[in-house]
């Protein structure tokens, strides 16, 4: 018995598992498929960097930085590895078991500190979990650098923290560093838009954020949106790894996040182009057109069509005039082809501006080829309008009447506008027509009377009342509008005091996508916001400091930043809640309010 066991033992457990197996696997053929664990949720964890971080005397070629996690993990964005100071080629990467492996393209500079940093670039291999980011260090000389200094980059127009900029210092204060040089230290934005550029030298550096299109580490204003920040900066922290502020949180810890400290705050903007010339045209109607520009305020000297009179050329600038709108006022028959000459200031090779003169052909695309005609249709004969009136905003801003083409010939006397009561008792209503300043195809109605809840309100134009450039007379038409129903409405009030420059305030949407009103200022008032429903909402308030009536962006080589804009905030919060059936009044000093 002692010889069958010391023989046959062993086999004991293998059998025993051959068994298991072929009675599990009998046991999967079910309808219901076997239950999994619990789903990885853990992000992977790094165990091991090498060179160790800090180390000294590193090689300036070949050098290969391996980051072992305690998982198999990916690469899922290779823009998350960087290297500060950058070179020109980003820096290569590949796996190696559960390690990522990075390496360089170029030779590292002798006697220099620099930071790699995994920042959103890794994720397991399994659920995707991305690992929160790690910095490491090293020189190729025998000391580091030990300062660093932190911040924050957010969107100039909504102050949404921007994720991916490169936040760029350089020693070199002239205002061209940055379009020429790569910076002397950088580092990337995370979801929260902040950053940490550690391990720098103790000196005064210019700084600023870009949105690297093309990840070249150089500013190109065509490209990129652009921060600076107006003074210059020295870091005044030494580095110590226990700091949240030199920390990588995952960026749902929010607590953590926030509990970072930002030493300088910056705004992005894209600025106007600075070159200028005529870049593209199109013939939309048989007598209009438009051409455009690259750069805003476009000045032009004269303009012309070949075998029209100039005084039978009507235009139109849109607000930042960089689109210009062109309509003939001439009943002849219009060629296919119109020969328009325009005269402007145009950005020579020198990056000087200068008068030329253009000759820009404008073809009818939409005429016929050869011999077939398009059928003509009633849309085709006629003078369109637009009416159009919004009835949260009725009572402020009245009724708009807008035009395809600029009007030759209008019976305002015709127009009409009345009010239905809730007995269905309609009476004609006083109210004043003026055009905008801004746009001549476009008319503001404003009614002469109280408006009041029930009653609709009713602006017609009747038939022919108005004739186009074109020769083509209005088909009737009537626009309706009433105040929104509904007991749970409510209104929120802001009154404005220490208004000493001009502003411009919007209402918007929790999304800060949608404008519901618009107020400019310049004086103290109060602002009403009528007929809301109940959600979240929040109020923009934007300085015009040249009195445009624009939200006009900054300039890098003048200086100047975008125009200021401020979120009213509640509670820390840029959005608040207007609960149904409620009356709000808020007080705002905008002067304080608008301090830095």
């Given at each position: 018995?002692?010889?069958?066991?010391?023989?046959?033992?062993?086999?004991?457990?293998?059998?025993?598992?051959?068994?298991?197996?072929?009675?599990?696997?009998?046991?999967?053929?079910?309808?219901?498929?076997?239950?999994?664990?619990?789903?990885?949720?853990?992000?992977?964890?790094?165990?091991?960097?090498?060179?160790?971080?800090?180390?000294?005397?590193?090689?300036?070629?070949?050098?290969?930085?391996?980051?072992?996690?305690?998982?198999?993990?990916?690469?899922?964005?290779?823009?998350?590895?960087?290297?500060?100071?950058?070179?020109?080629?980003?820096?290569?990467?590949?796996?190696?078991?559960?390690?990522?492996?990075?390496?360089?393209?170029?030779?590292?500079?002798?006697?220099?500190?620099?930071?790699?940093?995994?920042?959103?670039?890794?994720?397991?291999?399994?659920?995707?979990?991305?690992?929160?980011?790690?910095?490491?260090?090293?020189?190729?000389?025998?000391?580091?650098?030990?300062?660093?200094?932190?911040?924050?980059?957010?969107?100039?127009?909504?102050?949404?923290?921007?994720?991916?900029?490169?936040?760029?210092?350089?020693?070199?204060?002239?205002?061209?560093?940055?379009?020429?040089?790569?910076?002397?230290?950088?580092?990337?934005?995370?979801?929260?838009?902040?950053?940490?550029?550690?391990?720098?030298?103790?000196?005064?550096?210019?700084?600023?954020?870009?949105?690297?299109?093309?990840?070249?580490?150089?500013?190109?204003?065509?490209?990129?949106?652009?921060?600076?920040?107006?003074?210059?900066?020295?870091?005044?922290?030494?580095?110590?790894?226990?700091?949240?502020?030199?920390?990588?949180?995952?960026?749902?810890?929010?607590?953590?996040?926030?509990?970072?400290?930002?030493?300088?705050?910056?705004?992005?903007?894209?600025?106007?182009?600075?070159?200028?010339?005529?870049?593209?045209?199109?013939?939309?109607?048989?007598?209009?057109?438009?051409?455009?520009?690259?750069?805003?305020?476009?000045?032009?000297?004269?303009?012309?069509?070949?075998?029209?009179?100039?005084?039978?050329?009507?235009?139109?600038?849109?607000?930042?005039?960089?689109?210009?709108?062109?309509?003939?006022?001439?009943?002849?028959?219009?060629?296919?082809?119109?020969?328009?000459?325009?005269?402007?200031?145009?950005?020579?090779?020198?990056?000087?501006?200068?008068?030329?003169?253009?000759?820009?052909?404008?073809?009818?695309?939409?005429?016929?080829?050869?011999?077939?005609?398009?059928?003509?249709?009633?849309?085709?004969?006629?003078?369109?309008?637009?009416?159009?009136?919004?009835?949260?905003?009725?009572?402020?801003?009245?009724?708009?009447?807008?035009?395809?083409?600029?009007?030759?010939?209008?019976?305002?006397?015709?127009?009409?506008?009345?009010?239905?009561?809730?007995?269905q008792v309609e009476r004609d209503e006083r109210f004043t027509i003026e055009r905008d300043s801004a746009n001549l195809r476009r008319y503001v109605i404003t009614p002469d009377v109280e408006i009041l809840d029930g009653y609709e309100y009713v602006f017609k134009v009747p038939h022919r009342v108005f004739k186009d450039i074109n020769g083509y007379w209005n088909d009737s038409t009537k626009v309706k509008v009433s105040l929104p129903k509904g007991e749970d409405l409510s209104s929120f009030t802001l009154n404005l005091s220490g208004v000493n420059e001009k502003y411009i305030?919007?209402?918007?949407?929790?999304?800060?996508?949608?404008?519901?009103?618009?107020?400019?200022?310049?004086?103290?008032?109060?602002?009403?916001?009528?007929?809301?429903?109940?959600?979240?909402?929040?109020?923009?308030?934007?300085?015009?400091?040249?009195?445009?009536?624009?939200?006009?962006?900054?300039?890098?080589?003048?200086?100047?930043?975008?125009?200021?804009?401020?979120?009213?905030?509640?509670?820390?919060?840029?959005?608040?809640?207007?609960?149904?059936?409620?009356?709000?009044?808020?007080?705002?000093?905008?002067?304080?309010?608008?301090?830095?």
């Amino acid at each position: 018995m002692r010889r069958f066991l010391s023989r046959y033992f062993p086999l004991i457990p293998v059998a025993a598992v051959i068994v298991m197996s072929m009675f599990s696997h009998s046991c999967a053929n079910t309808t219901q498929a076997p239950k999994g664990g619990l789903k990885d949720t853990i992000p992977p964890v790094i165990v091991k960097v090498s060179p160790k971080p800090g180390s000294v005397n590193v090689p300036v070629k070949g050098l290969e930085i391996v980051f072992t996690f305690n998982e198999y993990v990916v690469v899922k964005e290779p823009k998350g590895i960087y290297l500060s100071p950058p070179q020109q080629k980003a820096p290569k990467y590949k796996i190696k078991g559960k390690s990522v492996v990075v390496y360089f393209e170029e030779d590292l500079i002798p006697d220099l500190t620099y930071t790699l940093e995994l920042t959103g670039a890794v994720a397991d291999n399994n659920e995707g979990n991305m690992f929160p980011g790690f910095t490491t260090f090293f020189s190729t000389g025998p000391t580091l650098d030990s300062m660093f200094v932190t911040g924050s980059v957010y969107d100039c127009n909504d102050l949404k923290p921007i994720s991916g900029a490169t936040v760029m210092l350089y020693k070199d204060h002239s205002d061209s560093a940055v379009f020429l040089q790569r910076p002397v230290a950088s580092s990337k934005t995370d979801e929260w838009g902040y950053f940490s550029i550690r391990n720098i030298k103790d000196t005064l550096y210019r700084a600023y954020a870009v949105i690297d299109a093309n990840n070249n580490n150089l500013y190109e204003p065509d490209e990129d949106k652009i921060a600076f920040l107006d003074t210059l900066l020295r870091p005044v922290r030494v580095v110590n790894d226990t700091l949240p502020e030199l920390m990588k949180f995952d960026a749902k810890d929010t607590l953590s996040c926030l509990s970072r400290e930002s030493d300088i705050v910056l705004n992005v903007f894209r600025e106007r182009p600075s070159k200028q010339m005529l870049m593209n045209k199109m013939r939309t109607s048989d007598r209009s057109a438009y051409i455009t520009f690259l750069a805003p305020d476009t000045r032009i000297d004269s303009l012309w069509f070949k075998g029209f009179p100039a005084e039978n050329v009507i235009t139109e600038f849109n607000a930042p005039k960089d689109c210009l709108l062109l309509w003939i006022n001439d009943s002849r028959r219009m060629p296919d082809t119109l020969k328009l000459s325009v005269k402007y200031w145009k950005t020579d090779t020198l990056g000087i501006l200068a008068p030329v003169t253009e000759e820009v052909p404008l073809v009818d695309e939409n005429k016929p080829k050869g011999r077939t005609r398009k059928p003509v249709e009633h849309k085709d004969t006629i003078c369109p309008i637009s009416l159009t009136a919004t009835p949260e905003r009725f009572e402020l801003e009245g009724i708009i009447m807008e035009f395809a083409s600029p009007p030759f010939l209008g019976y305002f006397d015709s127009l009409a506008f009345y009010s239905i009561n809730p007995k269905q008792v309609e009476r004609d209503e006083r109210f004043t027509i003026e055009r905008d300043s801004a746009n001549l195809r476009r008319y503001v109605i404003t009614p002469d009377v109280e408006i009041l809840d029930g009653y609709e309100y009713v602006f017609k134009v009747p038939h022919r009342v108005f004739k186009d450039i074109n020769g083509y007379w209005n088909d009737s038409t009537k626009v309706k509008v009433s105040l929104p129903k509904g007991e749970d409405l409510s209104s929120f009030t802001l009154n404005l005091s220490g208004v000493n420059e001009k502003y411009i305030i919007h209402m918007l949407d929790d999304k800060k996508q949608k404008i519901l009103f618009e107020y400019v200022v310049d004086s103290d008032r109060s602002l009403l916001f009528p007929y809301l429903k109940k959600g979240k909402y929040c109020i923009r308030i934007t300085e015009d400091i040249n009195r445009n009536g624009l939200v006009d962006t900054g300039n890098l080589l003048e200086h100047r930043q975008p125009e200021k804009v401020r979120f009213l905030k509640t509670g820390g919060q840029d959005t608040f809640d207007i609960p149904e059936k409620s009356e709000i009044t808020q007080d705002l000093d905008i002067k304080e309010f608008m301090k830095d």
